[in-house]
């Protein structure tokens, strides 16, 4: 049972514009949320976090909306730029009152910047 | 400077023989955890550790083994048992009872291969 989905294998965005990743998760009791980002060949890399007792988190120009009623999370970066063409995976650690030591991640979706 | 190694880069494996991948961290982090990845699927764990001594089996481990007989160290081995070996390894430590314990870091990775 996949408890965070990532549906969107793939996805294509002009330079300059906004890239949307979309993830969403099953399981009621998860209370924090991370995206990673990765390049081929390489270990994926922190991106951004939030907490399930915030709807948002800001980064620069990443954004993370939680919207818990729906159980969904986006991660929003604007303006898209070439270096982040990447793979996104997003997580979320074991909730209480289990230990946050596992992460379940989701399948990822492979974001391409077309100049 | 801080951080994850994994080695080798690539590693090939002949029919029935064990390999070793090795993964060292000098964050002084408690925790550590090793990934699978396959082309198009997210991270699966394979087995991951609190502390020394210690370490459980994730959602993936049969045809694996692991030991932690020091912090900084959890080398994997790749058994003959495991029948589909071919992947992208990745190492990640945490430290989960530190604020913002749930972000594990990720080694850059070791990609086997069955000749």
């Known amino acids: 049972d996949q408890q965070v989905k990532q549906n969107s294998p793939s996805l294509s965005v002009q330079e300059g514009r906004i890239s949307i990743l979309n993830c969403d998760y099953t399981?009621?009791?998860?209370?924090?949320f991370l995206w990673y980002k990765k390049y081929p060949a390489e270990g994926p890399t922190f991106l951004i976090s939030?907490?399930?007792?915030?709807d948002k988190n800001e980064d620069g120009r990443f954004t993370v909306f939680l919207n818990k009623s729906a159980k969904h999370l986006s991660l929003h970066i604007v303006p898209s730029q070439p270096g982040d063409s990447a793979v996104y995976f997003c997580?979320?650690?074991?909730?209480?009152?289990?230990?946050?030591?596992?992460?379940?991640f989701g399948t990822g979706t492979r974001l391409t910047i077309i100049p | 400077d801080g951080g994850i190694t994994q080695s080798p880069k690539y590693l090939f494996r002949k029919e029935g023989q064990n390999v070793t991948l090795s993964c060292e961290q000098n964050?002084?982090?408690?925790?550590m955890y090793w990934y699978r990845q396959d082309p198009g699927q997210g991270l699966r764990l394979i087995y991951y550790?609190?502390?020394?001594?210690?370490?459980q089996k994730g959602d993936i481990a049969e045809g694996y083994s692991v030991s932690r007989e020091k912090k900084e160290s959890f080398p994997l081995t790749v058994t003959s048992a495991q029948k589909n070996p071919t992947a992208f390894y990745l190492c990640?430590?945490?430290?989960?009872?530190?604020?913002?314990?749930?972000?594990?870091?990720f080694g850059p990775g070791t990609r086997l291969l069955v000749l």
């Open positions: 990640a430590s945490s430290n989960p009872r530190d604020r913002g314990g749930e972000t594990q870091y």
């Open positions: 399981n009621s009791m998860f209370d924090y």
């Open positions: 939030i907490s399930s007792i915030k």
């Open positions: 997580a979320a650690p074991n909730p209480p009152p289990f230990g946050n030591e596992k992460l379940t």
């Open positions: 964050l002084n982090h408690d925790a």
């Open positions: 550790s609190q502390i020394v001594n210690d370490f």
